[in-house]
Each structure stands twice: as structure tokens, then as C-alpha cells.
């Protein structure tokens, strides 16, 4: 029980930034900067990643550069994680076009935004072809990072 509250408030806490600096950035009316992602993503990788103490952070590190482990459940899983804190999938792990979109626009920096929409939409079907929650997420990433290698950003 202590685990599924703690989890809980690693969740909200996540969503509490996220909702925080999207209000910072809407009454600013500009988009995060690199330096204010790369800080978000660092606060997502540190909630997600003592939830699988199996994952190296060469493991983890490998992501940012196609390292997609195929046969590795807790990796899956840790993308999923990412996925779930920064509000962009549905509950039964499909990524959310509408919350993507939002998150696109409010966080991401905007000579990032054109290509972070076109990812998007490029592997917005992704998710159809697979059952596994964790799987949805993991191969949608993967899709994303072999649309675009070189702008690939992952926590």
C-alpha cells in the first residue's frame, strides 16, 4: 500500500511541475527553453528510474541513441513511465494525440516544435499493433527516434 501511495505522489508531484511550468510558460507566452526540457526531463528519468533497479544507466543512457532493447520488459516499462508522468498516454497506454499536442506546444522549445509534430503524427498508429501497454509506448518511441535520430530527446 506505502508503494502504490508513494508512486502516487511521485505522479502528481511530476503533473504538479508539469502543470506549473506550462502555466509559467503560458503567461510568458513562450515555450520551455533547451535548458528548462533537458531540467524537466531529468526530473521525469529521476522518478521513473528507481522503479526498475534492473536498468543500467547505460541502459538507460542507450535510449537517447536507438538503444531500444526489444527483449527487456523494465525497459518497456520505463518508457511507459515517462510516458504515463508527463501526461502524454491514455490509461490503457495509447499515446493521447490531443495531450501530445498540448505538451507540443506549451513545453517543447519551438525550433523543436515542427519536428516533435511530425514525429507525432508519424507514429501515431504505432501503438494499434500492439496489446501490452508497455509495448504501446516502447515501439511508439522507437518509432519517434527512427523518424528523427539526430532530434531525438529522451529523459
Not at 526489444?70 to 510516458?83: F, G, P, R, S, V
Amino acid at each position: 500500500m506505502f508503494s502504490f501511495f508513494h508512486n502516487g505522489c511521485q505522479v502528481l508531484v511530476c503533473n504538479l511541475i508539469i502543470i506549473f511550468l506550462g502555466l509559467v510558460i503560458h503567461f510568458n507566452e513562450a515555450a520551455m527553453t533547451m535548458k528548462q526540457l533537458e531540467k524537466t526531463m531529468e526530473t521525469l528519468r529521476n522518478t521513473c528510474t528507481p522503479q526498475f533497479p534492473s536498468l543500467s544507466q547505460d541502459m538507460l543512457n542507450g535510449i537517447k541513441t536507438g538503444g531500444f532493447l526489444e527483449d527487456n520488459k523494465d525497459l518497456k516499462c520505463y518508457i511507459k513511465c515517462i510516458a504515463d508522468m508527463a501526461g502524454t498516454t491514455t490509461k490503457k497506454g495509447d499515446i493521447d494525440m490531443k495531450k501530445s499536442n498540448n505538451q507540443i506546444e506549451s513545453l517543447i522549445p519551438l525550433e523543436m516544435k515542427d519536428h516533435a509534430k511530425a514525429a507525432l503524427n508519424a507514429c501515431k498508429e504505432v501503438s494499434k499493433n500492439y496489446k501490452d501497454p508497455c509495448e504501446k509506448v516502447f515501439y511508439t518511441a522507437k518509432c519517434s527516434y527512427e523518424f528523427g535520430p539526430d532530434k531525438f530527446m529522451f529523459p
